[in-house]
């Protein structure tokens, strides 16, 4: 079983940034993806990346790819999501979420097993 904690949502304008962080309550990230999906009001959630833990691969989706940034902290156990040059059709609650993985990563949010409270991120235009 996998609990994860994020922190780091808020409020900023447009163009601004804001870090998101995931870490595991119990266990390592070892042998998951971890990823981050997004739920704005009156959409469906959405995936935003991921990050294959063993090997620090990753993925984006394209409405994202060039502002934000997954990254892994071994140490600290814990995935961290830049986001810059925030929009505001970035506006959403995101979700840190893992599956188990040999090292491919799911974009289809269906497809994670884990996730955790959320975090509210909102940008004002």
């Known amino acids: 079983q996998v609990q994860l904690v994020e922190s780091g949502g808020g409020l900023v304008q447009a163009g601004g940034s804001l870090r998101l962080s995931c870490s595991a309550s119990?266990?390592?990230?070892?042998?998951?993806?971890v990823g981050w999906v997004r739920h704005a009001p009156g959409k469906e959630r959405a995936f935003v990346a991921a990050?294959?833990?063993?090997?620090?691969?990753?993925a984006y989706a394209d409405s994202v790819k060039g502002r934000f940034t997954i990254t892994r902290d071994i140490a600290q156990n814990t995935v961290y999501l830049q986001m810059t040059r925030l929009k505001p059709e970035d506006t959403a609650v995101y979700y840190c979420?893992?599956?188990?993985?040999?090292?491919?990563?799911?974009?289809?949010?269906?497809?994670?097993?884990?996730w955790g409270q959320g975090t509210q991120v909102t940008v004002s235009s």
């Open positions: 979420a893992a599956h188990s993985s040999s090292g491919y990563l799911m974009k289809d949010p269906q497809n994670y097993d884990y």
């Open positions: 119990g266990r390592t990230f070892s042998s998951y993806a």
């Open positions: 990050v294959y833990w063993n090997r620090g691969t990753t």
